[in-house]
């Protein structure tokens, strides 16, 4: 029994030790890809895309709890170390709540309903979002047909984005997962 209990007790911290790590390795590049957000001159979408890919191998390793805490810890790491505050603002208001949404809403297993929330979660973002863009934007483009034209050109953005995000998801699941198991 004394060799039986310690391996359980050994397999249980060894768990908790290796999500506590990967949470922070994980949390630590989010942030290091939000930096460099801030310092590149192009393909900036690209690093929230990539910061968001990085948080899912969070909640697909460790599950939700983790995933909560690795958003809140790089969001505020993000926040404390870029310069410019206002590069943080997609990936703290968007990118990374999408992520752990996402997650959320696909554990529903039920394709409709899943499609028409991932829809409404990223309209309640958008409109606040659009809301405070309009003053930077060109009158051209903030009245309107264009605004339909912009809502139409957004919606299908994404579309395209959470299409992408769910090949990313399969393709971490059989190509990347099953390398790190064997180890």
């Excluded at 554990?107 to 829809?119: H, Y």
């Excluded at 606040?128 to 309107?144: D, N, R």
Aim: aromatic residues 16%; hydrophobic residues 55%.
């Amino acid at each position: 029994m004394g060799e039986e209990g310690a391996g359980k007790k050994q397999e249980r911290y060894g768990g908790s030790t290796r999500k506590i790590a990967l949470t922070g390795i994980l949390s630590a590049f989010i942030t290091v890809a939000l930096l460099i957000e801030s310092i590149v001159p192009t393909g900036r979408l690209g690093f929230y895309v990539l910061a968001g890919f990085i948080l899912s191998v969070v909640l697909l390793e460790c599950g939700a709890k983790w995933g909560w805490a690795s958003y809140f810890v790089s969001s505020a790491a993000a926040l404390l170390v870029i310069p410019e505050k206002l590069n943080a603002l997609p990936y703290v208001l968007f990118f990374g709540i999408y992520t752990m949404l996402k997650y959320h809403i696909e554990s529903l297993r039920k394709t409709w309903l899943e499609i028409l929330l991932k829809f409404a979660a990223f309209n309640l973002f958008l409109w606040p979002s659009w809301s405070m863009m309009k003053g930077f934007l060109p009158k051209a483009v903030t009245e309107g047909t264009m605004v339909i034209v912009a809502g139409i050109i957004l919606q299908v953005a994404f579309a395209a984005y959470d299409i992408l995000f769910t090949a990313w998801i399969r393709f971490y699941f059989e190509k990347i997962e099953p390398k790190i198991r064997k180890t």
